[in-house]
């Protein structure tokens, strides 16, 4: 999925200042993941990577926010059971036309991964199950690392594990209430939307692979109430670099 080469061109062209390869020099107080894709850029060719694995891999662009003094990291997963069907195309591409290898492990814990794995996330209830444990070792790093973190306000709010929104925060994990409607949307881009709109007093940046993140900000733009600084930053090749394309989402 993503933006026709020929669309980033008009934006580049149409929107100079906003779309573009420059980061604006701002502090950005809330980064918003779109963690589906990072899911399947983890894995092992001979699946003997372990839970613990699984969140090294994820937790340290969070403490690397945490530490230069960033406030609040949202974390969004698709729910399967909410994602539209017009997805089903996208999944068919992703996975493959031809039925995935059988499940050997289903076990999700730091000691053990499901097995194998690009099976264990095709399967809508491991999928769900692998989501809830990054959850659940988000919050024990945090609980870990908060201590060193400059902001006593510092949390992660994570959407995607079932009927609930968590907030891991100096006072441990507790749901969000406030926002359970939330958890009918499905389809991680518009989860993105949605929590772009909760700041709209906040320097934000969204995180993202694809770049069909910007039209779909851009649509909601003439309803929002945002008054300051929305950047969308597209993730490199290697998730290893640490290097952002700083993408300012114009109003129509």
Not at 196 to 207: I, Y
Request: negative net charge; glycine residues 4%.
């Amino acid at each position: 999925m993503g933006l026709h080469p020929d669309v980033k061109k008009h934006l580049r062209e149409r929107f100079p200042q906003c779309v573009n390869d420059a980061a604006p020099d701002i502090a950005t107080e809330v980064i918003v993941w779109d963690a589906m894709w990072s899911l399947f850029k983890f894995h092992s060719d001979d699946d003997t990577k372990c839970g613990e694995d699984l969140i090294d891999f994820l937790w340290w662009p969070l403490e690397r926010f945490f530490l230069a003094g960033g406030n609040t990291y949202v974390v969004c997963f698709d729910i399967p059971e909410h994602v539209p069907n017009a997805k089903a195309e996208e999944h068919a591409k992703r996975y493959g036309s031809a039925a995935p290898e059988p499940l050997t492990s289903t076990e999700c814990s730091y000691e053990k991964l499901p097995a194998p794995w690009r099976s264990a996330l095709a399967n809508r209830r491991v999928r769900a199950q692998v989501c809830t444990f990054i959850a659940e070792g988000f919050a024990q790093r945090f609980e870990k690392r908060k201590s060193t973190f400059p902001k006593s306000t510092a949390h992660i709010i994570v959407h995607g594990t079932g009927d609930s929104i968590k907030k891991v925060s100096f006072l441990g994990c507790r749901d969000m209430p406030e926002h359970n409607a939330a958890c009918q949307i499905g389809e991680g881009d518009l989860s993105v939307a949605y929590w772009v709109q909760q700041f709209h007093d906040s320097n934000v940046v969204v995180r993202v692979l694809d770049s069909d993140q910007v039209p779909i900000l851009m649509l909601r733009a003439p309803h929002s109430t945002k008054i300051t600084t929305l950047c969308v930053a597209r993730e490199p090749q290697e998730f290893a670099q640490a290097y952002y394309l700083g993408v300012r989402v114009p109003t129509p």
